[in-house]
């Protein structure tokens, strides 16, 4: 394991509460740490600040010093510091943390203001809240509430703006619910490097808008959706199909490639309804790819596989590891392992290919890297493999060799771990001169040409970790059962590892983890349980020499050749 760097610490006073934070830590944020909430609506972390919508105000004060020797002076009634006020409110999302900041944040004069600013923005604002889809999660109604005056002076006709414009294909804007404060335009240009949003006209008539001709269509577009702290700009996919409250949230890894962006899977009485990005810092910020939250309809896919199956007939889990047996024991068998699979699942892959005695392969899948959050590498575990040891060095993308051993009668049976052998060079021939033991998902050439089928679980229906392109360890939890009929791969791959002569090994994960960890030194002193939410960091120093496939991504670089160094 790897310990992050400690930073400089400066000690600020909020609200009379001293607290030591980073320095340069945002005063909103030094505030949370305190408790303190700073309202704001164009202030977002990970955007550059504008300062356009005034609801962060603050006091702000720094410590007196004497202009000419720069002593402190001293406040004779408290025989502290004095500190010197500032006399207008400051905002807070342009403030940063310096040595002896002071900050107030509950004065009359910081109230009278907030209710101006929220007076303002709700002059125009629909009473739309019953049949918004982002009540719930609706910075403008819970601020109304905290921070508003509780009552309406404008009796004035309200602006009447475009509703329901279409964006993009996955982004709707009523632009009568925009607080106009640009984080979406913002985000477009300076993160998703898509400068496709822009206002138009002055004052009250300001409405945004995509640029003539142009479209909100790049795969970040969802982002947009997250950030906005109204219900201006909605998901096409989810709007108005359940209400934020009832959903229960569950954190989870984007499979699409080695980036592994931190999700949270929302899902009520076993249906998923949405994925949204997780913040972690080091690796994606607080955004995802659009692409990574469609992959929940998987759980619901009709060719989902729902049953035990040997030669093509339903049968029972333990009657199906059982015929495996009987094929491992001649002999001749291979593993085709995943770069999909979590490290507990490529842990007990390697158990099995080790109690056979056979050679294991890996399916590597390469696609074109976005420099953002999706990798070259389409596989989000490929240093998983490498970590547990189920292969050392790094997979092609077409099983020649198993083709080859195939061919050469030196393979009988194979072992597939979520890989669709078609689907990764083996003809219908070979397939046909070999018996499939297939675990898996869903049907594909391989489960239909496979002897025995055992149905497992999507990375929603399961818990466990994967290794990111960092040597990043990441927990995802299971969300949502899975399907009658499905076996947690851990279970299936338990079971295998018992019925080839590998022993007993714990399918639950916790223990599993034990004994991972007695195993790989790698993983050090870790557990699966104190895993924290954003990951631990491998030494990945026993694999530099090998050529990843990555290029730069939001918060990765590849390591330069040596003769560069
Ligand atoms: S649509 Fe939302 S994010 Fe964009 S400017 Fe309006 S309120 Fe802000
Ligand atoms: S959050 Fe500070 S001005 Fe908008």
Same mark, same amino acid.
């Given at each position: 394991?790897?310990?992050?760097?400690?930073?400089?610490?400066?000690?600020?006073?909020?609200?009379?509460?001293?607290?030591?934070?980073?320095?340069?830590?945002?005063?909103?944020?030094?505030?949370?740490?305190?408790?303190?909430?700073?309202?704001?609506?164009?202030?977002?972390?990970?955007?550059?600040?504008?300062?356009?919508?005034?609801?962060?105000?603050?006091?702000?004060?720094?410590?007196?010093?004497?202009?000419?020797?720069?002593?402190?002076?001293?406040?004779?009634?408290?025989?502290?510091?004095?500190?010197?006020?500032?006399?207008?409110?400051?905002?807070?999302?342009?403030?940063?943390?310096?040595?002896?900041?002071?900050?107030?944040?509950?004065?009359?004069?910081?109230?009278?203001?907030?209710?101006?600013?929220?007076?303002?923005?709700?002059?125009?604002?629909?009473?739309?809240?019953?049949?918004?889809?982002?009540?719930?999660?609706?910075?403008?109604?819970?601020?109304?509430?905290?921070?508003?005056?509780?009552?309406?002076?404008?009796?004035?006709?309200?602006?009447?703006?475009?509703?329901?414009?279409?964006?993009?294909?996955?982004?709707?804007?009523?632009?009568?619910?925009?607080?106009?404060?640009?984080?979406?335009?913002?985000?477009?240009?300076?993160?998703?490097?898509?400068?496709?949003?822009?206002?138009?006209?002055?004052?009250?008539?300001?409405?945004?808008?995509?640029?003539?001709?142009?479209?909100?269509?790049?795969?970040?577009?969802?982002?947009?959706?997250?950030?906005?702290?109204?219900?201006?700009?909605?998901?096409?996919?989810?709007?108005?199909?359940?209400?934020?409250?009832?959903?229960?949230?569950?954190?989870?890894?984007?499979?699409?490639?080695?980036?592994?962006?931190?999700?949270?899977?929302?899902?009520?009485?076993?249906?998923?309804?949405?994925?949204?990005?997780?913040?972690?810092?080091?690796?994606?910020?607080?955004?995802?790819?659009?692409?990574?939250?469609?992959?929940?309809?998987?759980?619901?896919?009709?060719?989902?596989?729902?049953?035990?199956?040997?030669?093509?007939?339903?049968? =029972? &889990?333990?009657? $199906?590891?059982? !015929?495996?047996? /009987?094929?491992?024991?001649? *002999?001749?068998? #291979?593993?085709?392992? +995943?770069?999909?699979?979590?490290?507990?699942?490529?842990?007990?892959?390697?158990?099995?290919?080790?109690?056979?005695?056979?050679?294991?392969?890996?399916?590597?899948?390469?696609?074109?890297?976005?420099?953002?959050?999706?990798?070259?590498?389409?596989?989000?575990?490929?240093?998983?493999?490498?970590?547990?040891?189920?292969?050392?060095?790094?997979?092609?993308?077409?099983?020649?060799?198993?083709?080859?051993?195939?061919?050469?009668?030196?393979?009988?049976?194979?072992?597939?771990?979520?890989?669709?052998?078609?689907?990764? =060079? &083996?003809?219908? $021939?070979?397939? !046909?001169?070999? /018996?499939?033991?297939?675990? *898996?998902?869903? #049907?594909?050439?391989? +489960?239909?040409?496979?002897?025995?089928?055992?149905?497992?679980?999507?990375?929603?229906?399961?818990?466990?970790?994967?290794?990111?392109?960092?040597?990043?360890?990441?927990?995802?939890?299971?969300?949502?059962?899975?399907?009658?009929?499905?076996?947690?791969?851990?279970?299936?791959?338990?079971?295998?590892?018992?019925?080839?002569?590998?022993?007993?090994?714990?399918?639950?994960?916790?223990?599993?983890?034990?004994?991972?960890?007695?195993?790989?030194?790698?993983?050090?002193?870790?557990?699966?349980?104190?895993?924290?939410?954003?990951?631990?960091?491998?030494?990945? !120093?026993?694999?530099?020499?090998?050529?990843?496939?990555?290029?730069?991504?939001?918060?990765?670089?590849?390591?330069?050749?040596?003769?560069?160094?």
């Amino acid at each position: 394991m790897i310990a992050p760097p400690k930073p400089e610490l400066v000690t600020v006073t909020i609200d009379g509460k001293e607290i030591a934070v980073p320095k340069g830590t945002n005063v909103i944020e030094a505030a949370r740490l305190v408790g303190v909430d700073v309202p704001h609506y164009c202030y977002h972390p990970k955007l550059a600040v504008v300062g356009n919508c005034r609801m962060c105000l603050i006091e702000m004060g720094l410590p007196a010093v004497d202009p000419a020797t720069k002593a402190p002076i001293t406040d004779p009634a408290t025989g502290k510091q004095k500190v010197n006020w500032m006399p207008r409110p400051q905002i807070g999302c342009a403030t940063n943390a310096s040595p002896g900041l002071h900050i107030r944040t509950q004065t009359p004069q910081i109230k009278d203001c907030r209710e101006g600013v929220m007076e303002f923005l709700l002059i125009n604002h629909p009473l739309d809240c019953p049949i918004c889809d982002q009540a719930g999660e609706c910075k403008l109604q819970e601020q109304a509430t905290g921070y508003g005056r509780g009552y309406s002076r404008f009796i004035e006709q309200k602006n009447v703006k475009p509703k329901r414009t279409l964006l993009g294909p996955r982004v709707m804007l009523d632009d009568e619910r925009c607080v106009l404060c640009s984080r979406c335009i913002r985000f477009a240009k300076d993160v998703a490097k898509d400068d496709v949003l822009g206002f138009i006209d002055r004052g009250s008539y300001s409405t945004l808008t995509c640029y003539p001709g142009r479209k909100l269509e790049n795969n970040y577009s969802l982002n947009t959706v997250d950030i906005c702290p109204v219900g201006a700009l909605t998901s096409t996919d989810f709007r108005f199909k359940m209400r934020v409250w009832f959903l229960k949230q569950t954190n989870s890894i984007d499979t699409e490639s080695s980036v592994g962006a931190n999700t949270v899977v929302w899902s009520r009485e076993g249906v998923i309804y949405r994925v949204t990005p997780r913040r972690n810092d080091e690796v994606n910020d607080t955004w995802m790819a659009d692409s990574g939250r469609t992959l929940y309809k998987q759980v619901r896919a009709d060719d989902r596989l729902a049953a035990v199956k040997i030669n093509g007939t339903d049968s =029972g &889990l333990d009657i $199906a590891i059982n !015929a495996a047996a /009987t094929l491992f024991k001649a *002999g001749a068998t #291979a593993i085709v392992g +995943s770069g999909r699979s979590s490290v507990e699942e490529q842990f007990l892959t390697k158990k099995l290919a080790g109690a056979l005695k056979a050679p294991a392969y890996l399916v590597s899948r390469v696609g074109e890297g976005d420099g953002l959050l999706i990798s070259a590498d389409r596989n989000p575990n490929v240093r998983g493999a490498l970590v547990t040891g189920l292969i050392d060095t790094l997979p092609a993308s077409r099983l020649t060799d198993l083709a080859a051993a195939i061919d050469a009668g030196r393979v009988k049976t194979v072992v597939a771990v979520g890989e669709d052998l078609a689907a990764a =060079g &083996l003809s219908a $021939a070979q397939l !046909a001169k070999v /018996t499939v033991i297939y675990i *898996g998902t869903h #049907a594909n050439a391989t +489960s239909a040409a496979a002897g025995v089928v055992l149905p497992a679980l999507t990375v929603f229906e399961k818990s466990g970790t994967f290794v990111n392109q960092q040597f990043r360890v990441q927990k995802f939890l299971k969300a949502v059962p899975g399907p009658a009929g499905a076996t947690d791969d851990l279970v299936v791959l338990a079971k295998l590892v018992a019925a080839a002569g590998g022993g007993s090994l714990p399918a639950e994960i916790n223990a599993l983890w034990k004994v991972m960890a007695a195993e790989i030194p790698a993983l050090g002193t870790m557990t699966f349980a104190n895993l924290p939410e954003t990951g631990l960091l491998l030494d990945a !120093a026993p694999w530099a020499a090998l050529p990843f496939v990555e290029g730069g991504t939001l918060h990765y670089q590849p390591a330069k050749p040596a003769a560069a160094v």
